[in-house]
C-alpha cells in the first residue's frame, strides 16, 4: 500500500489495516510516498 505520511486520513487507514489484517492471516506491506509521482517507485 502507497500512503502518505503527511495526510491523517492516510495514516488513519495505515493503522486500521495493521489492526484487521493479522486476524485472517493478512499483513500490510507499506511505503510512503511524498507525491503522485513516487508511486511507481514505492510499487517496484
Not at 495514516?11 to 510512503?32: F, N, S, W, Y
Request: charged residues 20%.
Amino acid at each position: 500500500m502507497a500512503y502518505s505520511p503527511g495526510e491523517a486520513n492516510s495514516t488513519v487507514v495505515v493503522k486500521q489495516l495493521r489492526d484487521l489484517l493479522p486476524k485472517p492471516g493478512m499483513t500490510l506491506a507499506r511505503d510512503a510516498a511524498g507525491g503522485t509521482g513516487q508511486v511507481g517507485q514505492g510499487s517496484d
